[in-house]
């Protein structure tokens, strides 16, 4: 058993829909929510989080100096550049973000599109 | 544009299947394939691997000192502890493994058991 934080916990498993799924506040997000399924309670080196976009919504256009792994689970997006060049973005695809990219996730579908993003943690 | 370890690259998406599948060739594993989908040559912090584990394979029963997250996409395993307690692992479930503990991923079901695993980067 492993004591970090003030948490006790070892291995686990757990359904995506047993963590709280919360709006994103950020300025130019709309329509986006967030659950952070393993986050800085749990892991070491990294957080993994499923964002959830609604239908017409996108996550803010901006930066910073950390990387994006993304690994879509439903329905249909794009990761956009700073130029407007459209990624595609569709369950089974996987994207990457540089550190210090201009980016942003956008919905271009009817259904919501859900996908994991995968940070480094400080 | 960012130049990392030779190789040019910016942000991107690609489809699973564009990356090669590999055979798991470690002792004690069975009927394991990977795919590094983010792997050192793009990632700065963190890998992220597909793993397809057929009808009646698993990964070897094992530690490192590194952390495992982990997104059930397809079948249906178990995340097995140095006891042999069984942690469900089925669509849509997560899990976390800490540093040094003994872990390993079964089959379960009839289909391929398929789930990303995210490591961290040296």
């Given at each position: 058993m492993i004591i970090k934080g003030g948490n006790i916990h070892i291995m686990f498993s757990k359904k995506y829909d047993e963590v709280k799924l919360e709006d994103?506040?950020?300025?130019?997000?709309?329509?986006v929510k967030i659950q952070w399924l393993i986050d800085e309670k749990v892991g070491k080196t990294f957080a993994m989080r499923r964002f959830v976009v609604a239908r017409g919504g996108h996550t803010p256009l901006h930066h910073h100096d950390w990387e994006h792994g993304v690994f879509v689970l439903a329905g249909e997006g794009a990761l956009v550049d700073k130029d407007g060049n459209e990624h595609p973005l569709k369950p089974g695809y996987f994207a990457f973000v540089e550190p210090n990219e201009i980016h942003q996730f956008v919905?271009?579908?009817?259904?919501d599109f859900i996908f994991l993003c995968v940070i480094p943690l400080p």
């Open positions: 994103v506040k950020e300025d130019g997000a709309k329509n919905n271009k579908g009817e259904e």
